[in-house]
């Protein structure tokens, strides 16, 4: 079966209600699909309406130089990196063609997939997960700079032009459905954030990520004795440093018979 092409796709924004088309905002991996029972997505926002919620209050580590708050001699505010320019709403909403560099799964999605249900606007708890799961979201988004996100989609909207006059929509498909499992360590995500939001050693309202890192070291160490584990490793051996490093491999992976 021949997968569709995202360049035929447009929807409705779920924040300022726009009518957009692909290129032009974000859509959710699963914007064709069903994810099962009665949650169907079609999950469009655009860049600036996909932001961060209020619910929680998440610390975001900005570069005081980007901001333009270093504070010179005479006390005027100096701008040591003149080719920027400061980006307050960096880390808070996401942009267009994030699409194109992170796979985008909304939080309704992750949030379907992590409770097999959608969120009950009743539900204290449930708002806050949702307020989690966002941030995990534009965290991967924003692993990305602002500046690579807009080079890129330039670059894509160039080739689907060029592309018009021999009539072909370019190689953009459609990625295909989200697993019904947490394929991407989502759950992982949002226990670090949780712990990042208690009491530090050095701040009241936040620990260092030195010291949340820890939650993603107790998952991965109780994945290692997991029976779905590779049963095969191979050793890689850089002889001009004299450092060697293992590879997991597949369980058939160099299998004798």
């Given at each position: 079966e021949e997968r569709p092409r995202c360049t035929s796709y447009k929807g409705r924004c779920k924040g300022c209600l726009k009518t957009i088309h692909w290129l032009q905002g974000?859509?959710?991996?699963?914007f064709a699909w069903s994810l099962g029972g009665s949650h169907s997505c079609q999950g469009v926002w655009c860049g600036s309406c996909y932001t961060s919620d209020d619910s929680h209050k998440f610390f975001c580590q900005y570069d005081e130089r980007e901001l333009h708050e270093v504070i010179g001699a005479n006390g005027e505010k100096m701008n040591l990196w003149k080719h920027k320019s400061p980006d307050e709403r960096q880390f808070l909403e996401a942009r267009d063609g994030d699409i194109l560099l992170s796979p985008f799964v909304c939080h309704e999605c992750i949030f379907f997939i992590l409770k097999r249900r959608s969120p009950s606007g009743n539900s204290r708890a449930d708002e806050l997960l949702v307020s989690v799961i966002k941030r995990a979201v534009l965290d991967s988004l924003w692993s990305r700079a602002?500046?690579?996100?807009?080079?890129?989609?330039n670059q894509v909207?160039?080739?689907?032009?060029?592309?018009?006059?021999y009539e072909l929509a370019g190689p953009y498909y459609d990625p295909g459905r989200t697993p019904l499992y947490d394929c991407c360590g989502w759950e992982c995500a949002v226990s670090f954030l949780i712990n990042t939001l208690g009491q530090g050693t050095y701040f009241e309202c936040h620990k260092q990520y030195d010291t949340s890192r820890h939650v993603k070291g107790t998952v991965a160490n109780f994945e290692k004795i997991s029976f779905h584990l590779p049963e095969t490793r191979l050793a890689w051996v850089d002889e001009e440093n004299g450092k060697s490093k293992e590879i997991p491999?597949?369980?058939?992976?160099?299998?004798?018979?």
């Open positions: 974000l859509f959710c991996t699963n602002r500046s690579n996100v807009r080079q890129n989609m909207l160039a080739n689907i032009k060029n592309l018009e006059a491999q597949g369980r058939d992976f160099l299998s004798v018979e």
